[in-house]
């Protein structure tokens, strides 16, 4: 997975999108394009998608805290990825849309279970108080779910922008 200098720099720019995007959106709770993006990145970028989806990580580290809330962003977004990662390549076009939207939002509506065995460890909840917060926490993931399968419709349009630089920059490249 080396790097040229020029993914270096795009990479960069769509994590810091990403982190922009959030920060944006954190007017609306549970509300984001984290999703949209994590799909679209790995669709066209396959492994090479954790560089931006890292920088993301690193930025909100950076900028919000280094705190126990942060640990599972190591991980949660990764799952995300590996779930985008066994789609199949060659999807029919008119199903693309709907599974993109229905993995996003699944990744929304599981979020706090995908989130809750890290706190139970560091807060050193047993099996009932992890199950207690789950429970707690679902009205907010009921919210984070619907929210990104909604914003899902977005992923196929991110994709074929990105596909259109990507094949627009290496035929470029072969003129040079």
Not at 32 to 40: A, D, E, P, Q, W
Not at 54 to 65: K, Q
Not at 77 to 88: D, F, K, R, S, V
Not at 114 to 129: M, R, T
Request: proline share 5%; hydrophobic share 55%.
């Amino acid at each position: 997975m080396k790097l040229t200098t020029r993914e270096t720099a795009i990479f960069a720019m769509l994590g810091a999108v990403m982190y922009c995007s959030k920060m944006i959106m954190e007017l609306i709770p549970n509300v984001h394009l984290l999703g949209v993006f994590i799909i679209s990145f790995t669709v066209v970028y396959r492994k090479k998608a954790l560089y931006p989806i890292y920088v993301f990580v690193l930025l909100t580290g950076i900028y919000a805290g280094f705190a126990s809330w942060w640990i599972p962003y190591l991980y949660v977004w990764t799952m995300l990825w590996g779930a985008a990662m066994l789609l199949p390549k060659h999807m029919p076009k008119k199903v693309q849309p709907i599974v993109y939207m229905l993995v996003c939002g699944a990744h929304g509506l599981l979020y706090g279970i995908l989130y809750a065995p890290s706190q139970a460890l560091l807060y050193g909840l047993s099996f009932e108080g992890m199950i207690a917060w789950i429970m707690a926490g679902f009205p907010w993931d009921v919210i984070h779910g619907v929210s990104n399968f909604f914003c899902g419709i977005m992923i196929v349009p991110i994709i074929s922008i990105l596909r259109y630089v990507e094949d627009r920059t290496a035929r470029n490249e072969s003129r040079s």
